[in-house]
């Protein structure tokens, strides 16, 4: 009997423990970011690693213990603001490419972002605790309605958001000197549970704008398809975002800047 007993408590913790680690998980999601539109990844750069002490973070010491050249110029100030969900990476992060072409390291001060020019400079402010972090645009993401922006762990830990999974956050972005102005644009729709349905919008949008690049991918929830405009152009783009919600209104399209 006690040893009934026994196995039955060990049962039930071990059922805690995952019940609690995936409650966790849920807090937070990632998809995945358009495939490369070109060959190839530009070489790694390093990175600036977290603080030894979140609570003590500020951003005059990240600057400083930053590589020359990591972060934009933000003596300027801000050339745009905007506010919404942010989440951070938790799954499908380490030891994969970023949109950059370098690799996830959680412990770097980096994010995800869907318009924000790749290896631009962005402050992010946690509006309930006023905390704040500069992150170096590495990624594309989120595709999760709603959500603004992804930060890598180290990032989310700077700004109390690693225990909660979201936050409200307000996002400002300052001037990328390589940056090209207009950019390079496609759109992301998903997430498709029928790889079939994926394939009836792909076959509709080479229909309707041929001459574009469409692709059909798998990813970790289902399947994603991307359309890449003849020019890339964001007008063509926006163009598309907006057709494919009209015959589709359950897929979700999410306008992306590739470079």
Not at 229 to 249: F, L
């Amino acid at each position: 009997m006690r040893s009934l007993k026994r196995a039955l408590a060990l049962s039930s913790t071990v059922l805690c423990l995952l019940a609690t680690g995936c409650h966790h998980k849920q807090k937070v999601a990632y998809q995945p970011p358009p495939p490369p539109a070109h060959k190839g990844h530009p070489p790694a750069e390093p990175r600036p690693t977290q603080p030894a002490e979140f609570d003590a973070h500020s951003i005059d010491s990240e600057i400083a213990s930053a590589p020359p050249g990591y972060f934009d110029d933000i003596s300027a100030g801000p050339i745009s603001s905007e506010e919404g969900i942010a989440s951070w990476y938790v799954t499908n992060y380490r030891g994969r490419a970023m949109a950059d072409g370098t690799m996830g390291t959680q412990g770097a001060m980096t994010a995800a972002h869907r318009t924000l020019p790749l290896g631009s400079t962005a402050r992010v402010t946690n509006l309930s605790t006023g905390q704040q972090v500069l992150v170096r645009i590495t990624d594309r993401g989120p595709f999760v309605q709603g959500r603004v922006v992804d930060l890598s762990e180290g990032a989310a830990k700077a700004i109390g958001l690693y225990r909660a999974g979201v936050t409200n956050v307000r996002i400002e972005a300052y001037a990328h000197h390589t940056a090209d102005i207009e950019g390079h644009w496609c759109v992301q729709t998903g997430v498709f549970k029928d790889r079939g349905d994926a394939i009836d919008l792909k076959a509709a949008l080479q229909k309707r704008y041929p001459g574009s690049q469409v692709i059909e991918f798998a990813g970790p929830d289902g399947f994603w398809v991307r359309i890449d405009p003849i020019h890339r152009d964001k007008q063509t783009a926006m163009a598309m975002e907006r057709w494919i919600g009209s015959p589709d209104k359950f897929s979700q399209a999410y306008l992306v800047r590739t470079d």
